[in-house]
């Protein structure tokens, strides 16, 4: 999915004429799910999971899918990535990060 939004985003940035980027960063592992709220009610995820996935967004680079070591290791069979090296993230310390560049073909 974050492949084909990059695709969908350099279409829209030729369209708008306008250069548009993004970072997308991606972690596996286990969250808490659950609906909060009483009269508008929203679905949300929770966990250390999702606060290293926030954090491969943050301390990505432009136009770039940045993953985590979790993540590169469930999927490095099917897709290409580009070793980013340790990357020093708050809270964690110094982590491997990985530039996911596209699929592998079959």
Do not use: C
């Not at 909060?36 to 136009?63: C, F, P, Q």
Request: glycine share 10%.
């Amino acid at each position: 999915m974050a492949l084909e939004m990059q695709l969908a985003l350099a279409s829209l940035s030729v369209v708008a004429e306008k250069p548009l980027m993004m970072r997308i960063g991606i972690n596996s592992g286990p969250v808490i799910a659950g609906v909060i709220g009483n009269s508008k009610l929203s679905y949300d995820l929770w966990g250390d999971t999702v606060n290293m996935a926030s954090r491969m967004e943050h301390y990505g680079m432009a136009n770039s899918i940045q993953v985590s070591d979790s993540t590169y290791r469930l999927l490095q069979d099917q897709f290409l990535f580009e070793p980013r090296g340790a990357i020093d993230v708050k809270g964690k310390g110094q982590v491997e990060a990985y530039i996911l560049t596209g699929r592998i073909p079959r």
